[in-house]
Nanobody, 120 residues
Framework: QVQLVESGGGLVQAGDSLRLSCAAS????????MGWFRQAPGKEREFVAA?????YYADSVKGRFTISRDNAKNTVYLQMNSLKSEDTAVYYC????????????????WGQGTQVTVSS
């Protein structure tokens, strides 16, 4: 079992930056691929970014968002720059033992989500 707790969401203006954090507990953090998904109102949950030994991004955030992890702190981060109104969503931290599966949308564990609202 892996428990994930997100933090760092909030209300910002377009063009601002925000950093999300996800603290993991339970099984060995370094064994898991970690990622971020988001769900906007009225839309399906979508993949944002994933990291293991390498990282992978959705086209919509490439060049603006950076995912990173600190295995010593059991934490994964999502640095979001140049935020746009269309980035408004609930952001979910995710874990899966297989990086390729996570990129395809398969998730073993979810966090509870943190709201990010970008005003234009």
């Amino acid at each position: 079992q892996v428990q994930l707790v997100e933090s760092g969401g909030g209300l910002v203006q377009a063009g601002d930056s925000l950093r999300l954090s996800c603290a993991a507990s339970g099984r060995t953090f370094s064994n898991y691929a970690m990622g971020w998904f988001r769900q906007a109102p009225g839309k399906e949950r979508e993949f944002v970014a994933a990291i293991n030994r390498s990282s992978y991004y959705a086209d919509s955030v490439k060049g603006r968002f950076t995912i990173s992890r600190d295995n010593a702190k059991n934490t994964v981060y999502l640095q979001m720059n140049s935020l746009k109104s269309e980035d408004t969503a609930v952001y979910y931290c995710a874990a899966h033992f297989n990086f390729a599966a996570m990129v395809r949308g398969f998730v073993g564990y979810w966090g509870q989500g943190t709201q990010v609202t970008v005003s234009s």
